[in-house]
């Protein structure tokens, strides 16, 4: 079993609309979880990074941890065509100095105008 | 201000050569991190360091080569190239805050 679950997609939603993307993990260990967005022929950048269980919000972007579940997410809302790209979740023990970072497979995502 | 520079963009190898993939960073960060992004299976970590002479393994290090002598460089060897091993490469890097910087990443076939 993967230490990290991500559905793969292909998404397709309309523009405007509220997009849910998830993973699962099994591994308790992980405290620190981050979402990566990766346009086509590019390397990842960070989008959101978070800390334990909670939401952080930042624009249009929010990001869910649920410890306990051993579930995070990431929703988009208000999307647009320019949010098409593959969404990866990562998640590592400790900060990223000292521990490995651990990614999912990723989800594309395809916003239709 | 260049970031993490990876090279070559291409290559194309034969089954058995051996190569290495070079990676720089110029933002004295000390973790540096190699990994493999296959259709379907995402970004498989291959080896990391989190300093100069300190490498540990990842998810996927059969084949694969690491050594760290700078702070700068973190250069991944491919020590006898295999068809298995054709695959788009990351190196990233990181200050510890839980950024990961890539790097335009490097396409390699191995016929």
């Known amino acids: 079993q993967k230490e990290v679950e991500q559905d793969p997609g292909p998404l397709s939603v309309p523009e405007g609309a509220i997009v849910s993307l998830n993973c699962t993990y099994s591994n308790s260990a992980f405290q620190y979880f981050m979402w990566y967005r990766q346009y086509s022929r590019k390397g990842p950048e960070l989008l959101m990074y978070?800390?334990?269980?909670g939401n952080k919000e930042d624009g249009r972007f929010t990001a869910q941890v649920d410890k306990s579940s051993k579930y995070i997410s990431l929703f988009i809302r208000d999307s647009q065509p320019s949010d098409s790209a593959t969404y990866l979740c990562?998640?590592?023990?400790?900060?990223?100095?000292?521990?490995?970072?651990?990614f999912g497979s990723g989800t594309r995502l395809s916003i239709r105008p | 201000n260049a970031g993490v520079t990876q090279t070559p963009k291409f290559q194309v190898l034969k089954t058995g050569q051996s190569m290495t993939l070079q990676c720089a960073q110029d933002m004295n960060h000390e973790y540096m991190s190699w990994y493999r992004q296959d259709p379907g299976m995402g970004l498989r970590l291959i080896h990391y360091s989190v300093g100069a002479g300190i490498t540990d393994q990842g998810e996927v290090p059969n084949g694969y080569n690491v050594s760290r002598s700078t702070t700068e460089d973190f250069p991944l060897r491919l020590l006898s190239a295999a068809p298995s091993q054709t695959s788009v490469y990351f190196c990233?890097?990181?200050?510890?805050?839980?950024?990961?910087?890539f790097g335009e990443g490097s396409r390699l076939t191995v016929l």
């Open positions: 990562a998640m590592s023990a400790r900060s990223s100095s000292a521990s490995k970072i651990i």
């Open positions: 990233a890097s990181s200050s510890g805050g839980g950024e990961l910087f």
């Open positions: 978070t800390y334990s269980s």
